[in-house]
């Protein structure tokens, strides 16, 4: 296909020099090359890159080589605030047009606007269907259309938003004038399902389609028995007290006790959910997104707009519903690509009160649905794998590392390997209780039960049932209840027993069950999760910037003060990947800052001297 008439011929190999002198980068990160060329040749694209890949630059810099104006549309007011002041921060002529604007606000955008000089606009979709607005982009000359967050279109997303279904008639009325529009649609989310309606419902013209790896080779993640969530998450957040995260939790209750907790220890934290007054919701976003806050305890309501890139640890105090949620969830921590951690507090009591809440789902299919994708969490919380290769195996990626192994060296599976051992003799214990309760009775019974006539318990389902008369009655008593149960929640992870539905489910021999019974064949098991030794940093996360930690402190101040004096959050200035770079690289003059990644010539210019002024000084202290 011929380049799109406005784009002139060597636009495309502009690119390099145009990426260090606005956004002060070197080097393209993966896929974000291809993409940017497939656009800039005319075709449509759809790219899925995760968090953090650098999805904004694959349509900001193509923009600015185009001769028009690229329009992007962005569903949060928020969003397209972050990535203007971002933006503008660099040097490059952007603007937003949204409802917050106040009218003199609104003129000044336009004349800007019909002038030509704007390269990028941030619209919502529902202005843009406006025909009215259309009529005006007609005469904007658009260049390039831009769809952020793309998943919002699909009903099977997880932000599904009605007005994105109107961006295909915008596409046609943009292409009314003659050809169409060449149009990049951009999203994290992963599933086969959504990426096939974005392409369908935007109308797209044989787009190209490129898929990143899921992979967050900075993020570690550890699933730790729960055992008192307050408890652990106040001394897993004082154990990093320069670090900012997220804990999410499942209730609006639990959020704001687990804040106040936090508050209580000192810590400064604040709650998130969709029962907060608006304004003390965005009161407490805002703190958090500009460092004041440094700990948000938020429901799922937090999430989209989170684009704060130093969220160093994102905790789940309660078991997630499902992979996919905790995926988006934990994606948030390390978007700068420094190391990050990603900690999961798991019990089984989470997963029966979860089952207990399904079954108030009156659809059954909706109820099924509900029914797997929570045990699908449960098992990858349960898995002895390496946990990155169980996640992204859920998306359907068959992660390696460069040796081929199918381990990461930096998940808890992986550091701290949960012992295999020989569990036949109680297995088989175990599995022949559960036959001889069905035999005897003709139905079957809970786990609970199970281990309660295992250790020989004279209760009342007991005597009613006469189970006290089965041969495998108190075969059990040389182990505490609570080992039966555990040994009874491996069988069934082994796949030897299988649960039933509901929220006191009944257990069953599994046809591998019978056989192992039968056979008396070796059954080796894994423990399960259990609380993880001291507090230790991960260090097997990819990376990771060495300071001087000192001097990255200046750095911060130095930071915080500009953003404060600017009004935007200290990430606009520079980001932490940059200001550790900077304290590990002193440099010690202009020409030496520039070569910072992350450092553009704008940046240089506006507050580059502020921050060779803070070396300097940290330098002169050191040696005099
Ligand atoms: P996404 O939208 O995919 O989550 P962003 O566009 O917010 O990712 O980019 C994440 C971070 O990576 C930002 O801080 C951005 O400046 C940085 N980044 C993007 N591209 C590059 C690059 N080529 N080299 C270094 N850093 C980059
Ligand atoms: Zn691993």
Known sequence: MPPAADVPADAAAALPALLKRYFGYDAFRPLQREIMDASLSGRDVVAILPTGAGKSLCYQLPALVREGLTVVVSPLIALMKDQVDQLQAAG?????????LDASEARGRHAELWSGRTKILFVAPERLVAPEFLA????WKVAALAVDEAHCISEWGHDFRPEYR???????ALAAGGRPVPTIALTATATPRVREDIVTQLGLAAPEVFVASF????????????????????????ARPDDAGIVYCQSRRTAEAMAAALVKAGVEAAPYHAGLDAAVRARNQDKFLRDDVRVVCATVAFGMGINKPNVRFVVHADLPKNVEGYYQETGRAGRDGLPSECVLLYSRGDVAKYIGFLDEIEDEAARRMSRAQLDRMAQFADTARCRRVELLAYFGEAWRDEAGEEACGACDNCLEPRQAYDATVDSQKFLSCVLRIRQKSGFGVGLQHVADVLVGADNEKVRKWWHNELSTYGIGKDKPKAEWLSLGRQLVQAGLLALGEGQFPTVELTADGVEALRSRAPVRLVRPVSKPPAPKKVAAARGAVECDEELFTRLKAVRREIASERGVPPYIVFNDATLRQMAALRPANDAELLLVPGVGEKKRADFGERFLEAIRGWSAGRTG
């Open 215 to 238: 992979n967050r080779p900075n993020l570690t993640y550890r699933v730790v028995a729960k055992d008192g969530a307050a408890r652990q998450v106040v001394e897993f957040v004082r």
């Open 166 to 172: 109107q961006l295909r008639a915008v596409r046609e």
């Open 92 to 100: 490059v002529a952007a603007t937003a047009l949204n409802s917050s």
């Open 136 to 139: 005006k982009l007609a005469q």
